[in-house]
């Protein structure tokens, strides 16, 4: 395997404790006793509502981490370049939300482009992560995954991995979850996001748009020329 980079109260029905109540105020106050009852009893519920809902999308991140690596460790027990890319063709569609990818790493360029030159870019996106992963897990040696925790941040869960390799220090993965899909990984505290942004920044600052998708073309031919 290669190296990875309070409201105030309504004064119109408000009642006296010196005066007598009128025979119609009990059921009056006793109806708004009743609504108020219900509508906190209602917040309750939602509120716990909300907590197992947070629960049940930290739980579906934490399975869909587990589920990835386990095709990643499938994938670096298969040979050959193109097997694998074949093989992690599809879940790279299903984990990564390639659409955010695609636009935060553009960056402002995004807003120019004609939505059939997105499309191309998302697909492209597509070819280059998926290519990358097949050319970076290309050998088992015992490699392993750990699920550490699952944490929430402003975008949704972030679930915190370790690598485990045969020799070398374990690789730490934190995968950012936008929408029930991976928009960012981390690396031992580098984001690859963040990495591609500054990139293709540069290039697109140089040679434009067309000179980026020229050269992840050219990279992503060069991954799959690399051989095991």
């Known amino acids: 395997m290669k190296p990875l980079l309070a409201k105030s109260p309504d004064r119109g029905t408000r009642l006296s404790s010196k005066s007598p109540s009128a025979p119609g105020d009990r059921p009056l106050v006793g109806l708004k006793h009743r609504l108020a009852c219900l509508f906190l009893w209602s917040l309750g519920c939602l509120g716990t509502a909300s907590v197992w809902a ?8 934490g399975a869909s981490v587990d589920r990835f690596h ?4 499938e994938a670096m027990r298969t040979d050959g ?11 790279v569609t299903d984990f990564f939300d390639l659409s955010t990818v695609a636009r935060v790493s553009v960056g402002p360029s995004w807003r120019q482009l004609a939505e ?5 870019f998302v697909a492209l996106m597509h070819r280059l992560i998926t290519a990358t992963y097949a050319d970076r897990f290309d050998g088992y040696s015992g490699q392993s995954f750990v699920l ?3 944490v929430s941040a402003s975008t949704g869960p972030v679930v915190k991995t370790l690598l485990n390799r045969a ?30 942004r500054a990139d293709y920044a540069g290039i697109i600052r140089k040679e434009g748009f067309d000179g980026l998708v020229t050269h992840l073309e050219a990279n992503i031919a060069e991954l799959g020329g690399a051989g095991d």
């Not at 386990?70 to 460790?73: D, R």
């Not at 059939?116 to 191309?120: G, L, Q, V």
């Not at 374990?170 to 984001?191: C, E, I, M, T």
């Open 54 to 61: 947070g629960a049940a999308t930290d739980e579906a991140a």
């Open 70 to 73: 386990e095709l990643l460790i």
């Open 81 to 91: 370049f193109d097997r694998r890319a074949a093989l992690l063709e599809s879940a």
């Open 116 to 120: 059939e030159r997105r499309s191309a």
């Open 148 to 150: 550490v925790d699952v």
């Open 167 to 196: 020799s070398g220090e374990p690789v730490n993965l934190d995968y950012y979850f936008r929408r029930g899909k991976v928009f960012n990984v981390v690396a031992d505290g580098v984001s690859d996001l963040s990495l591609r």
